[in-house]
Structure formats: structure tokens, C-alpha cells
């Protein structure tokens, strides 16, 4: 019998469908999340120290690479609530037939654009 399957698979020259991308990006921003929070808790737990520890928080938020990193953590945890979201109305059978995957793809990364981009506003 010929084995006709490929022996390296190449996974950058896959064409990957938009729902394989969200949800490989839902998974990714799952990670993110888990060390944004520590960041965050970091922060907290300087800000609870002392009124000094507060200032000094409050002083590091005002810089832009620290606001940036912020809104990074931020836009994670809303793609991953929206994909999140996405993933539990698939479990309901909503959106689970191809053009129903890619529809709901498509809906993801519309709303977590705009989710993002009000966050981006507000932050800054």
C-alpha cells in the first residue's frame, strides 16, 4: 500500500479558513490574558501598598508604552469575550454549518474591532 501523505507538513502554506484563524486566535488571546493579568494584579497590589505606591501606579499609566500595554491586555480579553461568546453559540448549534462558521468568523472580528477600538479610545 503507498503512503501518499505529505511527510512535512508545511502549516504556513495551508489555506487556513477565517473560523480555524479566530479560533486559533481565541486560544492565543486565552494565553495573553493569563499574563496580562499578572501584570495587572502587579499593579494592583502596588497601588494597594500606600498612597506613594498608588501615585506611582497612577504615575506609570500615564505613560504611553504602559497605556499601550494596558489596551493590548484589554483587547485580548475583549476578542476573547467575543470569540468566547461565538465558540458558546456553536455549542447551541448555532453556526455550525460552514457558511454558518464563516458568518460567525466574520461577526467575531467585526465586533471585537470595534469593542478594540472603543477601548483604544477610552484607554487614551
Not at 77 to 103: C, N, P, T, V
Amino acid at each position: 500500500m503507498k503512503d501518499t501523505r505529505p511527510k512535512n507538513l508545511n502549516l504556513f502554506a495551508i489555506k487556513w479558513p477565517l473560523a480555524a484563524i479566530t479560533s486559533i486566535a481565541h486560544r492565543i488571546s486565552g494565553i495573553f490574558i493569563f499574563i496580562g493579568v499578572a501584570i495587572l494584579l502587579y499593579l494592583l497590589e502596588v497601588s494597594l501598598e500606600s498612597a506613594a505606591g498608588f501615585d506611582f501606579v497612577l504615575e506609570l499609566l500615564a505613560k504611553p508604552l504602559v497605556k499601550l500595554l494596558v489596551w493590548a491586555i484589554v483587547a485580548g480579553l475583549l476578542y476573547h469575550l467575543i470569540a468566547g461568546i461565538k465558540h458558546l453559540l456553536m455549542d447551541f448549534g448555532i453556526g455550525e454549518s460552514k457558511q454558518g462558521s464563516l458568518r460567525g468568523a466574520q461577526l467575531t472580528i467585526l465586533f471585537a474591532v470595534i469593542a478594540i477600538a472603543v477601548a483604544g479610545v477610552w484607554i487614551w
